[in-house]
């Protein structure tokens, strides 16, 4: 066991429990606080980038994924009223990577997997029913105090807290981390349904640009063969979320992007408000963030969990070397500037970028992006540079070169 140091993880999402695993294979005692009585199960993040999945292969998660995942090496950018602009394949890079596609799979089922592993390690603990309340430090240990739905409440030493509880972090305001941003005006709606839209042409991954309504498209396993998919859609500041997500709403939007002739069997849906905020710091003393309790992002690009993931990764090898007594606690400091520099740079700009050329509603605009796309397609390093930033292998990189 290392050097007796312990490591509090608030949080039993995927970048908590990651980095509790990655904790616990280093040999750190863990202990995982986490709200819910259990995981949770809602339908949110599904693609994976090749970065992260060679990330979760060390611990074998990444095999047992492709056991039910769906492999997308090829994804497109489309107009809704020209129809394909251009298409990706992702083979091209297959000298960057070991897993040269995006990979689709729920969530809501990688979370569970992570959690199996996790609980072989006799030194690793997950409390669930234990939100985090209040922390305090001093000078050599961390001091958590949770409290249970009934009232309990508990208390929790360490000597490191890592800060994963998600969007609405109590440990980031703990540290006066206030997130800084906007929030966009638009809220989005997905649409799951059972219709096969390969038939019509569609890549397992596609973006619709259109200045009325835009659209993006992910084919995902579901329960079983043949899956599921999801299209996402923007709603406007002026429609609530129960008429976004009345009946009539979701037929008309559906039926506007592709026309069916029947109703569409819709299997799920949910609507859910977009933020572009990265945390001021995110490391004060004994605490560090990680995941969406640092940084929020629009989905478009399926930044979000995957800035996540590398931010795990990051962390807990830094973490790992000052429990083993190889690095000091400065090594956090490089941490924040490696991952809050991605961040800004890359998951903000490019998720802000691909946000407004779907949206792009000028005629000149939306023929510039057109032609810039058809450019890029038409150059091999122009491709291939837009790859290695689409699947966030220059982002890992650019954070690996930051001192
Ligand atoms: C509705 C929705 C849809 C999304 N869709 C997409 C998508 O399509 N594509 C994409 O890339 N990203 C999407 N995202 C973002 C993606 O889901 C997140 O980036 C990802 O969940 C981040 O993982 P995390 O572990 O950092 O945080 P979370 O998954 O939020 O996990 C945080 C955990 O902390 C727990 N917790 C919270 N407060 C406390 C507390 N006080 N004490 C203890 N535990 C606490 C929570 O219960 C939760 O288990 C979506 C997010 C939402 C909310």
């Given at each position: 066991?290392?050097?007796?140091?312990?490591?509090?993880?608030?949080g039993?999402?995927?970048?908590?429990?990651l980095?509790a695993?990655?904790?616990?294979?280093?040999?750190?005692?863990?202990?995982?606080?986490?709200?819910e009585?259990?995981?949770?199960?809602?339908?949110?993040?599904?693609?994976?980038?090749?970065?992260?999945?060679?990330?979760?292969?060390?611990?074998?998660?990444?095999?047992?994924?492709?056991?039910?995942?769906i492999?997308v090496p090829?994804?497109?950018?489309?107009d809704?009223?020209?129809g394909?602009?251009?298409?990706?394949d992702?083979?091209?890079i297959?000298d960057?990577?070991?897993?040269?596609?995006?990979?689709?799979?729920?969530?809501h089922?990688?979370?569970p997997?992570?959690?199996a592993?996790?609980?072989?390690?006799?030194h690793?603990?997950?409390?669930?029913?234990?939100?985090?309340t209040?922390?305090?430090q001093?000078?050599?240990?961390?001091?958590?105090?949770?409290q249970?739905?009934d009232?309990q409440p508990?208390?929790f030493?360490?000597?490191w807290?890592?800060?994963?509880?998600g969007?609405?972090?109590?440990?980031?305001?703990?540290?006066d981390?206030?997130?800084?941003?906007f929030t966009?005006?638009?809220?989005?709606v997905?649409?799951?349904t059972?219709v096969d839209?390969?038939?019509r042409?569609?890549a397992?991954?596609a973006?619709?640009?259109d200045?009325?309504?835009?659209?993006a498209l992910?084919?995902?396993?579901?329960?079983?063969?043949?899956g599921?998919?999801?299209?996402l859609?923007?709603?406007p500041?002026?429609?609530?979320d129960e008429?976004?997500?009345?009946p009539?709403n979701v037929?008309?939007?559906?039926?506007?992007?592709?026309?069916?002739?029947?109703?569409?069997?819709?299997?799920?849906?949910?609507?859910?408000r977009?933020h572009?905020?990265v945390?001021?710091k995110f490391?004060?003393?004994?605490?560090?963030?990680?995941?969406d309790?640092a940084?929020?992002?629009?989905?478009l690009g399926?930044?979000?969990?995957?800035?996540g993931?590398q931010d795990?990764?990051n962390?807990?090898d830094?973490?790992?070397r000052?429990?083993r007594?190889e690095?000091?606690?400065?090594?956090?400091?490089?941490?924040?500037?490696?991952?809050?520099t991605v961040?800004?740079?890359?998951?903000?700009?490019y998720?802000?970028?691909?946000?407004?050329?779907l949206?792009?509603?000028?005629?000149?605009?939306?023929?510039a992006?057109?032609?810039?796309?058809?450019?890029t397609?038409?150059?091999?390093?122009?491709?291939?540079?837009?790859?290695?930033?689409?699947t966030?292998?220059a982002?890992?990189q650019r954070?690996?070169?930051?001192?």
């Amino acid at each position: 066991m290392a050097a007796g140091q312990r490591v509090i993880v608030a949080g039993a999402g995927p970048v908590g429990l990651l980095s509790a695993l990655a904790l616990a294979n280093q040999d750190i005692p863990v202990t995982v606080l986490e709200a819910e009585p259990a995981l949770t199960h809602d339908l949110r993040a599904g693609t994976y980038h090749p970065p992260s999945l060679e990330i979760m292969a060390q611990y074998g998660v990444t095999d047992e994924m492709h056991e039910t995942a769906i492999k997308v090496p090829r994804w497109q950018m489309r107009d809704r009223k020209l129809g394909l602009i251009v298409e990706w394949d992702l083979t091209e890079i297959a000298d960057l990577t070991p897993y040269p596609y995006r990979l689709h799979f729920e969530q809501h089922k990688l979370t569970p997997l992570l959690y199996a592993r996790l609980m072989r390690f006799p030194h690793a603990e997950v409390k669930f029913s234990h939100a985090v309340t209040n922390v305090v430090q001093t000078a050599d240990k961390v001091i958590v105090t949770t409290q249970s739905p009934d009232g309990q409440p508990g208390r929790f030493e360490a000597d490191w807290l890592v800060g994963a509880d998600g969007g609405r972090s109590v440990v980031r305001r703990s540290i006066d981390a206030e997130l800084e941003g906007f929030t966009w005006p638009e809220r989005f709606v997905v649409i799951g349904t059972s219709v096969d839209l390969s038939l019509r042409g569609y890549a397992f991954n596609a973006y619709v640009a259109d200045p009325d309504e835009w659209c993006a498209l992910f084919k995902m396993p579901g329960e079983r063969p043949p899956g599921f998919w999801r299209v996402l859609f923007p709603v406007p500041p002026d429609e609530s979320d129960e008429v976004a997500l009345s009946p009539e709403n979701v037929e008309r939007r559906m039926q506007g992007f592709e026309t069916l002739g029947e109703r569409y069997p819709v299997v799920s849906k949910i609507i859910y408000r977009v933020h572009q905020r990265v945390a001021r710091k995110f490391r004060v003393g004994r605490v560090v963030l990680a995941g969406d309790a640092a940084h929020l992002n629009n989905p478009l690009g399926a930044f979000g969990l995957n800035g996540g993931i590398q931010d795990s990764a990051n962390l807990t090898d830094k973490l790992g070397r000052i429990c083993r007594g190889e690095g000091d606690a400065a090594l956090l400091d490089l941490y924040e500037r490696q991952r809050r520099t991605v961040n800004l740079e890359f998951v903000q700009e490019y998720s802000i970028r691909n946000f407004k050329r779907l949206a792009a509603k000028s005629p000149a605009e939306r023929q510039a992006n057109i032609d810039e796309l058809r450019r890029t397609d038409a150059n091999s390093e122009a491709r291939r540079q837009f790859m290695r930033v689409s699947t966030m292998i220059a982002s890992v990189q650019r954070a690996n070169a930051i001192q």
